[in-house]
DNA sequence: CTGAAAGCGCTTACAG
DNA sequence: CTGAAAGCGCTTACAG
């Protein structure tokens, strides 16, 4: 019995009697062969229980059917956008290697050149800076970026339009009487970050509202997912204790938000009499609690769809996309008008 | 200029003056080299940021440095066991190809032959049923099970003890003067709905109170993510339709915890003041709901970790190793006392 | 329409 | 301590 070593082509061509090469081309769909040889090897392949040797063929064509993903963090919206890569996956026959850097470039080019080294066909990447600088030997590599962006990178991105919703979240804010606006955002270095901010002084800036640096925090200027949901409970703990705190608050990730929330229930503040709130990316539980948040919706799923297509364009016609996915308000209970 | 395509060995051993096989040597820290030697050999490697093809290596020994990771569903559980299993795997030097099986038994098959095909070195999977028949022609890669496992298998396990944890939940409510508990269990061809509903019948049996079949509801018999928040939203507004409704209710897993509890809402009942509640699953958002969850814990990082350690022990010992961690009930403040 | 043969980049006995 | 050579299982010109 051939019960130790899975068949082979060699296998299957014997059984079916013609070359190997007929075996392969039957498999590939390449060139025609008669229906009955194509009858003959596809019987001989299930009589076999044969499938391909991948690494075989990764070695000969230089490439795998295997693409990577890494995310900086565990941030269930990278847990959506990956649902959206092996939705999207599934129609190029394509399977996800995934990994998280946790923000850290060291890690991150490890992992790039770990995937690089498994012949991956691409590598989907939220990268933890906005300078990243791609190894030489990765050039060969096809990248997409995903929610963030490297500048002058001449890559593919998908992201979303973080400048607008930021704006719209402050401005809005901003329509219901409030002036002192607090915005937590994650660490300075990356590209959402920067934009967030930016929409946020830009809706201060058009209702003439000063801004204060004091109600600007980057709570999540910290490595990884804990860090994070400490810096935005650290980030409101600092801005509620100043003697002008702020009446609303803004917090720009999902990880941020819940730190903040829980630095807002043990103040015992009530949302949204004593203060106002708008989180960011849509969750379940948002639905369940008292009061329901208002948030910043983001398209996660889509979003790793999108970076799907875009690696598909790269990688057939060498065609360089940039795609930006609107962002949405939500509105529910955690906002108010002040007067 | 060699920008072209990646070294290769011939490249290095030409670098180097030596034979490939020596630089396979090196690389793999195989026999004694020379200091000098190997010191040239690194030398080489360095200057022609050389790094191996992991296709070639995988297709001359058989295996390749991945593993598969199956999970049912997105239930944010599986995204922690993942987490714990990117930690464990980092000292293998393993990488992780990530699926979901959308509770689909013949997706699975599906992943399971893609992730063989692969090559990979292991196979670590939450199984959508507690009966699998796994292919013969899978029987050469080693397959761990984690979460769930299955009848006479054979294969290692890395689960959690669901009726120990079911029995806890049961046992604390009735204790606190509750005897009409709604249960809500996921698909019931899974080993750990049928364990967590044995833990609870065994509670009620230890305190002599009868099981009402109208309180035990497979909210979740269905396949995928958002099917099961609504089973659990269902199965909590048919019991509360009941001429005897129940005055508490356990939600055996953290997507039915989700739906029963947007069912209360929507019915207006006050937790705990209208009906106790204890749900499944640790998550950062049920310290800053009102009331804060108590809930069945489950060490999915843990588990996770777990899992890979039982792979690499079946992998290079042949040992069948059974793993069972145990659930703790955190109690906060979403049941109470009843008279 | 089909086959013989080269070669992808490694590892590993084997010989020296 | 080191090298020459076979071979892992495929794909793909090339020849017929």
Not at 156 to 166: C, I, M, Q, T, Y
Request: hydrophobic share 40%; proline share 5%; charged share 20%.
């Amino acid at each position: 019995m051939a019960s130790k070593k899975r068949p082979t082509l060699y296998d299957v061509a014997r059984k079916a009697n013609v070359s190997i090469a007929t075996v392969s081309n039957v498999l590939n769909n390449k060139r025609e062969a008669s229906q009955q040889t194509i009858d003959r090897v596809n019987e001989a392949i299930r009589q076999l229980g044969y499938s391909r040797n991948e690494s075989a063929r990764s070695l000969k064509i230089g490439v795998s059917k295997l693409i990577g993903f890494i995310a900086p963090d565990n941030n269930p919206f990278f847990t959506e956008v990956l649902t959206g890569i092996h939705e999207e996956c599934q129609n190029y026959g394509w399977q996800v290697v995934v990994s998280t850097s946790e923000e850290s470039e060291s890690r991150q080019n490890e992992l790039l050149e770990l995937l690089a080294a498994q012949q991956v066909s691409g590598i989907i990447l939220a990268p933890v800076t906005s300078k990243l600088h791609v190894p030489e030997k990765l050039r060969k590599v096809p990248i997409v970026l995903v929610d963030r962006e490297i500048e002058n990178a001449h890559l593919p991105v998908v992201k979303a339009n973080n400048f607008d919703g930021s704006y719209l979240a402050t401005d809005t804010l901003i329509r219901h009487g409030h002036s002192r606006i607090g915005i937590i955002l994650a660490s300075p270095g990356i590209s959402t970050t920067l934009q967030r901010k930016a929409g946020y002084l830009e809706a201060l800036k058009r209702h003439g509202i000063e801004a204060d640096e004091k109600l600007i925090d980057y709570g999540g200027d910290y490595t990884g997912t804990k860090t994070q949901i400490s810096g935005g409970y650290n980030a409101v703990v600092k801005m509620m204790n100043l003697p002008n705190p702020p009446t609303a608050i803004f917090a720009t990730n999902h990880l941020l938000m819940i730190g903040a929330l829980k630095a807002l229930k043990e103040a015992r503040l009530n949302i949204p009499g004593d203060i106002s709130f708008i989180g960011f990316d849509d969750h379940p539980w948002q639905e369940i609690t008292d009061p329901p948040f208002s948030i910043i919706s983001q398209p996660a799923v889509e979003m790793g769809r999108q970076a799907v297509q875009a690696l598909q364009k790269y990688k057939e016609k060498n065609i360089v996309t940039t795609t930006v996915l609107q962002l949405e308000l939500i509105t529910r209970g955690s906002y108010r008008s002040i007067t």
